[in-house]
Structure formats: C-alpha cells, structure tokens
C-alpha cells in the first residue's frame, strides 16, 4: 500500500530507455521496459512499463503503457493500465484513461478523462519538486 501511494517517478525500478530533447522518433514502440521522452515521438506505442513524457517532450500519436507519466504535450489518446500522472505543464489534447489519474493544477486537459474503477476516490496530489 505504501508503494502505491508514491508518485511514479520515485517508484519506478529497472533500467530506463531515453529519446533525447533534441531527437525525433517516428514509428511504433512496443515491449516492455520504462521509457522517457524528452524530445519528439511521433506514431504508437504499447509498452508494457512506464512512459514519461519529460517537460519540453511531445507526443503524436497512441500511447499505451502500464504507467503514464506526462509533462510535455500530448496530440492524442494515452491509455494506462494502472496509473497516470499528469503534471502542472502538461498539455493534453486527447482522451486520457487510467485505473488511477492524478491532475495537477495547472494542466491543460482538452478532451474527455476516463478513470477505470468506478466508485474509487480520486487520487490527488501536491507538486513538491521546485522548478
């Protein structure tokens, strides 16, 4: 329970894939393993790990992935089997689904937001890390 309760960034394990801030990729990612991106994607994925769209980042196209992390932009649909975080400078134009969403204030949400467990109380959290 205590693990379940901590963001995603800190409770991620295992090695991480990284597309740089100034690198593009265009295509479909599938597999498993955690991923973050800091520069442009354009296509789909399906990852059974964690995406993290890092501030700066955008995302065109379908994500799917366990956990979904989102600071950057997003131009479509992102599905998560477990969790999302959307963070203050996130910018999402699209459908957003996840078992648990969490929103912070600030983000831009443009498009419907679907939350898997009906009945479940939102999770809700405050961003500590200084910019």
Same mark, same amino acid.
């Given at each position: 329970?205590?693990?379940?309760? &901590?963001?995603?960034?800190?409770? &991620?394990?295992?090695?991480?894939?990284?597309?740089? %801030?100034?690198?593009?990729?265009?295509?479909?990612?599938?597999?498993?393993?955690?991923?973050?991106?800091?520069?442009?994607?354009?296509?789909?994925?399906?990852? *059974?790990?964690?995406?993290?769209?890092?501030?700066?980042?955008?995302? *065109?196209?379908?994500?799917?992935? +366990?956990?979904? =992390? =989102?600071?950057?932009?997003?131009?479509? +649909?992102?599905?998560?089997? %477990?969790?999302?975080?959307?963070?203050?400078?996130?910018?999402?134009?699209?459908?957003?689904?996840?078992?648990?969403?969490?929103?912070? *204030?600030?983000? =831009? =949400? *443009?498009?419907?937001?679907?939350?898997?467990?009906?009945?479940?109380?939102?999770?809700?959290?405050?961003?500590?890390?200084?910019?």
């Amino acid at each position: 329970m205590a693990n379940e309760r &901590r963001r995603l960034a800190d409770a &991620r394990q295992g090695p991480v894939s990284v597309l740089a %801030g100034n690198a593009v990729f265009e295509g479909r990612l599938s597999g498993s393993g955690n991923v973050v991106v800091s520069g442009r994607f354009e296509g789909e994925c399906d990852l *059974q790990g964690s995406v993290t769209l890092a501030e700066g980042g955008h995302w *065109q196209g379908s994500l799917r992935a +366990d956990d979904v =992390i =989102i600071a950057g932009r997003v131009d479509g +649909d992102v599905a998560a089997r %477990g969790r999302v975080e959307v963070g203050s400078t996130a910018h999402i134009t699209g459908t957003l689904a996840g078992e648990s969403v969490a929103i912070a *204030q600030g983000a =831009i =949400i *443009q498009g419907e937001v679907h939350v898997g467990t009906p009945g479940k109380p939102p999770l809700r959290f405050e961003e500590k890390r200084q910019r």
